[in-house]
C-alpha cells in the first residue's frame, strides 16, 4: 500500500504571507493520481487542487499551487497571499490507477493551518 | 455536483450495541467508501463498494460491516460498538465528469461517541 506522509502537523502563516504545505508518498507506481484538499471547522472536504503524475507541470488553481517532484516523490502545496479563510486542516492523497483497493483516496494525517491577522 | 448524504450527522450510543450508518447517493455511481477520521491519523478506510453485493475491506475494517443492496445506498455497521469507534466517519463517492478524469464527493460526516 502506498504510504503517504505529512510532517508538519501545524503550520501558521500571517495573512496576505506564503506558506508551503509538505506531502511525501512512497509507491512503486510510475501513474497515479495526487491531490490536496481543505477540511475547514465545518468538516466538509473540499478539493484544492489535483495533479497527475504523467503531467510533468504543476498544477495551480489561483492563489494555490503545487511543487511535484516525481522523482523524489514530493508533492508539496504553495498558498499565495494567504487569506483567513484559508484557515483549515489540508489532507494530501494518493489514488493509484489500478482498482485493487477500488481506487479508494489514500490519505497523509493532515496539516492544520492557522492564518494570523 | 453529485448529491450524497449521510445520516445521522450526530450518535451518541453505549458500549455494546449495534449501530448503523447510512450513506445515500441520488447518482448511479459505482464506487461507494467509508472513512473514520481521527486526530492525528488523517482519513483511514474502513470499507468500500465497487457494485451492489461488491465490497471489500480497507485498512481499519475490524469491527466494522457494510452492504450494499441497492446502487444508491452503502450502510456501515459496528456490530458491537466499542469506545475505539468513537470517531468522525465519511462516506465518499468517487465520481467521474467530463471536465476531469477522476474526482470524489464527500458526505458532511457522521460524529459518533460510543459511552
Known amino acids: 500500500a502506498q504510504t503517504v506522509t505529512q510532517s508538519q502537523p501545524e503550520m501558521s502563516v500571517q495573512e496576505a504571507e506564503t506558506v508551503t504545505l509538505s506531502c511525501t508518498y512512497d509507491?512503486?507506481?510510475?501513474?497515479?493520481?495526487l491531490f490536496w484538499y481543505k477540511q475547514p471547522p465545518s468538516r466538509q472536504m473540499i478539493l484544492v487542487i489535483r495533479?497527475?503524475?504523467?503531467?510533468?507541470q504543476n498544477a495551480t488553481e489561483n492563489r494555490f499551487s503545487v511543487n511535484f517532484q516525481k522523482a523524489a516523490k514530493s508533492f508539496s502545496l504553495k498558498i499565495s497571499d494567504s487569506q483567513l479563510g484559508d484557515a483549515a486542516m489540508y489532507f494530501c492523497?494518493?489514488?493509484?490507477?489500478?482498482?485493487?483497493?477500488?481506487?479508494?483516496?489514500?490519505f497523509g494525517k493532515g496539516t492544520s493551518l492557522l492564518v494570523t491577522p | 455536483d453529485a448529491g450524497i448524504t449521510q445520516s445521522p450527522r450526530h450518535k451518541v450510543t453505549e458500549t455494546g450495541t449495534p449501530v448503523t450508518l447510512r450513506c445515500h447517493q441520488t447518482?448511479?455511481?459505482?464506487?461507494m467508501y467509508w472513512y473514520r477520521q481521527d486526530p492525528g491519523h488523517g482519513l483511514r478506510l474502513i470499507h468500500y463498494?465497487?457494485?451492489?453485493?461488491?465490497?471489500d475491506k480497507g485498512e481499519v475494517s475490524d469491527g466494522y460491516s457494510v452492504s450494499r443492496s441497492k446502487t444508491e445506498d452503502f450502510l456501515l455497521t459496528l456490530e458491537s460498538a466499542t469506545s475505539s469507534q468513537t470517531s468522525v466517519y465519511f462516506c465518499?463517492?468517487?465520481?467521474?465528469?467530463?471536465?476531469?478524469?477522476?474526482?470524489?464527493?464527500f458526505g458532511s460526516g457522521t460524529r459518533l461517541t460510543v459511552v
Open positions: 465518499a463517492i468517487s465520481t467521474r465528469r467530463k471536465d476531469s478524469n477522476y474526482g470524489y464527493t
Open positions: 509507491t512503486s507506481e510510475s501513474d497515479y493520481y
Open positions: 495533479q497527475e503524475a504523467y503531467k510533468q
Open positions: 492523497a494518493y489514488r493509484t490507477l489500478n482498482s485493487n483497493s477500488g481506487y479508494a483516496l489514500n
Open positions: 447518482e448511479n455511481h459505482r464506487y
Open positions: 463498494s465497487y457494485g451492489v453485493k461488491d465490497t
